[in-house]
Structure formats: structure tokens, C-alpha cells
């Protein structure tokens, strides 16, 4: 089984950025297609941004040239650069792995992944 923890969330003004990690226990993490979703209060959980085992990625369009995502498999680490940040963003992101999948596919349902995250907060003022 794997372990999935995700850290940074924060306060942050709009306008500003904002860096999450994530981090898997397993050594299936620097193969693992991963990706990050978020919850707002009163919403479904939706689809932020996914990198494949090969290092593709692929981002909702609410992010799309704002967000980034990343990985670095010698620290066992995704990460979710977020720049330009506005209200709306404010959300529980959380950090999802899949046990296995394409060296290509990003994947970007919730129904692909397999682990998740504890998820951590991040609210943007006005």
C-alpha cells in the first residue's frame, strides 16, 4: 500500500503563489501517475492538474497557464506550482496516485486513482 501526504496549503492574497507537495511512502511513486484535485466548501471534488509516469502533463482549463505540475522521483515528491491565484481557487487540493498506468496518460478522473491524500487547505484573499 501506499502512503500519500500533502503539504503547503496555506493563505495566501490573490494575485500570489503558491507551491504544494505531495509525497508517497512507496517506491511505486516515481513511476505512479499522479495527479491533484480540489474541493471548494459545497462542491464536488474536481480535477486540477495530472503528470504521467513519463512526465506528461495535463491541466483543467480553470488553471491552464497558471498551475504547474511536477515531479521529482529522486525525492518521491509531486508538486503543484500555482501562480495568479484568485479567490476562486480557494479549495482542499488534494494528491491522488495510481498504481499503475500509462508511461503517457495524465490521467483526470477521480475513478483512475487508487490513493489519496489526507488533503490540505488553501485560501486566497481578496
Known amino acids: 500500500q501506499v502512503q500519500v501526504v500533502e503539504s503547503g496549503g496555506g493563505l495566501v492574497q490573490a494575485g500570489g503563489s503558491l507551491r504544494l507537495s505531495c509525497v508517497a511512502s512507496?517506491?511505486?511513486?516515481?513511476?505512479?501517475?499522479m495527479g491533484w484535485f480540489r474541493q471548494a466548501p459545497g462542491k464536488q471534488r474536481e480535477y486540477v492538474a495530472a503528470?504521467?509516469?513519463?512526465?506528461?502533463?495535463n491541466y483543467a482549463d480553470s488553471v491552464k497557464g497558471r498551475f504547474n505540475i511536477s515531479r521529482d522521483n529522486a525525492k518521491n515528491t509531486v508538486y503543484l506550482q500555482m501562480n495568479s491565484l484568485n479567490v476562486e481557487d480557494t479549495a482542499v487540493y488534494y494528491c491522488?496516485?495510481?498504481?499503475?498506468?500509462?508511461?503517457?496518460?495524465?490521467?483526470?478522473?477521480?475513478?483512475?486513482?487508487?490513493?489519496w491524500g489526507q488533503g490540505t487547505q488553501v485560501t486566497v484573499s481578496s
Open positions: 512507496g517506491r511505486t511513486f516515481s513511476s505512479a501517475p
Open positions: 503528470i504521467s509516469s513519463g512526465g506528461s502533463t
Open positions: 491522488a496516485a495510481r498504481r499503475s498506468g500509462s508511461y503517457y496518460y495524465a490521467y483526470a478522473r477521480i475513478s483512475e486513482y487508487d490513493y
